[in-house]
């Protein structure tokens, strides 16, 4: 196979995360949203929520592996098709079971999915130029995914409010509308991700003979990874401040267009609604995390953190005790904004910590807790959100994030002594 440029890896990248992140605008909310329609309660659409995470939990370290073994196009294609099934499956579900089964295989599409695109651009761009500024190309993807998320928010918003087909929910155009472009992004897959031919025996034998190796370690890998953590007081506190920072994105991700709903009278409102308040949220995203470097030369990385920290667990706060739904969408943007914020600052302190040799592990462990415990969160937040209030739940979300900020303690005494001066690094699109 004729091997790409660097400028044409680039080119495809770029196309390609357009379309992975265009459909996730799409149903941004709505995932929450249309089980609710179809009469689950709140704590069975948590129950089924938390099955994607549990599942992304387990499958994360060991699909990396796997995408080394037998390629990145081979994965990309089978999550995009993993996923086209979980949308049908979504949209014909009307029971828990099904629902989260549906779930299940969207948490087997993030596991196979993560990662494997900008390896794929990274080999093929320094296949032909060893020098090229890979980091640049990756930044710009960033922006992209970003844009899509918002445009196809915006898109989502106006299909719920147009509602051409009388006869179904208006939640369900959507979705319909996502899954066919998933579709599409396999189907781009297969034209655009060029990879060289399997090669010999040997060198096939020896790739799952690495991929084997790599599901078995495994368990030593994340022992290894929480050894780090637990032995250095820093990284203690930095995922401890992950645990508390999980709780608070169930609040602004989950339980903010069930509380949307009630407040505006029905989730087809609500669906046509968040659509726009949700674009807006990702540009105050972006604009967050520029703003965190600024803030961070002034006032240190560490003490950003706690400021960031603080204020975004607050805005949920106000979240749950707004009365109407400008007040609702207004804080929401404000807990989004510095959410973005948060970012950068708190990926820095963790690079500062993480020594060469562990970096990937630290990081690692550091996402699986996140991932981990927003899933055993919603088992929690969604049967108190249904017993008390939707408002209820999220005051408790954004105080126990606020308790979170005293985790930064360590980095703010290690701050002090001068001992790391890390540059604050552009943020990734989310957390979790």
């Known amino acids: 196979m004729t091997a790409l440029s660097a400028a044409a890896a680039r080119r495809r990248l770029l196309l390609l995360t357009a379309t992975r992140w265009l459909p996730v605008g799409l149903v941004f909310g709505l995932t929450t949203l249309l089980p609710l329609e179809r009469g689950l309660s709140l704590a069975q659409v948590s129950l089924v929520l938390a ?6 939990l387990a499958l994360e370290l060991p699909t990396g592996g796997l995408a080394d073994a037998v390629g990145r196009r081979p994965l990309l294609v089978a999550a995009a098709l993993v996923a086209v099934v979980s949308g049908v499956l979504f949209l014909l579900a009307t029971d828990v079971a099904t629902f989260a089964v549906a779930m299940l295989l969207q948490g087997v599409f993030r596991a196979l999915d993560s990662g494997p695109l900008e390896a794929w651009y990274v080999d093929a761009a320094q296949a032909d130029d060893p020098q090229v500024a890979v980091e640049r190309t990756l930044g710009h993807a960033g922006a992209v995914l970003g844009m899509a998320i918002a445009g196809g928010a915006l898109v989502s918003g106006g299909l719920v409010a147009w509602h051409p087909v009388t006869g179904s929910s208006a939640l369900v155009l959507p ?10 992004h396999a189907l781009l897959v297969l034209l655009l991700v060029a990879e060289p031919g399997p090669g010999a025996p040997a060198a096939r034998s020896e790739a799952r003979r690495r991929a084997w190796d790599a599901a078995r370690g495994t368990p030593r890998v994340v022992r290894d990874g929480l050894v780090v953590v637990t032995r250095n007081p820093v990284l203690r506190g930095l995922v401890l401040v992950e645990v ?3 709780v608070a ?18 989730e087809q409102r609500a669906g046509a609604l968040y659509g726009p308040a949700s674009a807006a949220a990702w540009a105050l995203f972006a604009a967050g995390s520029a703003a965190a470097g600024l803030a961070a ?5 560490a003490r950003t953190a706690v400021l960031v920290r603080v204020l975004n667990g607050g805005f949920v706060v106000v979240m749950g005790l707004v009365a109407g739904p400008v007040g609702l969408v207004a804080a929401y943007w404000l807990a989004y904004l510095t959410h973005g914020a948060a970012n950068p600052v708190h990926s820095t302190l963790l690079h500062r910590q993480a020594e060469r040799a562990h970096r990937v592990t630290v990081l690692s462990v550091s996402s699986m807790v996140s991932g981990g415990v927003y899933s055993l969160g919603l088992l929690a937040l969604g049967p108190l959100a249904q017993s008390t209030s939707t408002a209820t739940a999220m005051v408790v979300a954004g105080a126990v994030s ?8 360590p980095a703010l005494r290690d701050e002090r002594a001068g001992r790391a001066t890390s540059p604050v690094p552009e943020a990734s699109p989310a957390r979790r």
């Open 297 to 301: 030369t002034r006032l240190g990385v």
């Open 244 to 246: 508390f920072w999980s």
């Open 402 to 409: 606020v308790v979170g900020a005293l985790g930064y303690a």
């Open 175 to 184: 979705y319909l509308v996502a899954t066919a472009l998933l579709g599409l």
């Open 51 to 56: 099955v994607q995470g549990f599942v992304v």
């Open 249 to 266: 994105m169930i609040a602004f991700e989950t339980l903010n267009p069930v509380r949307l709903a009630e407040l505006v009278g029905g």
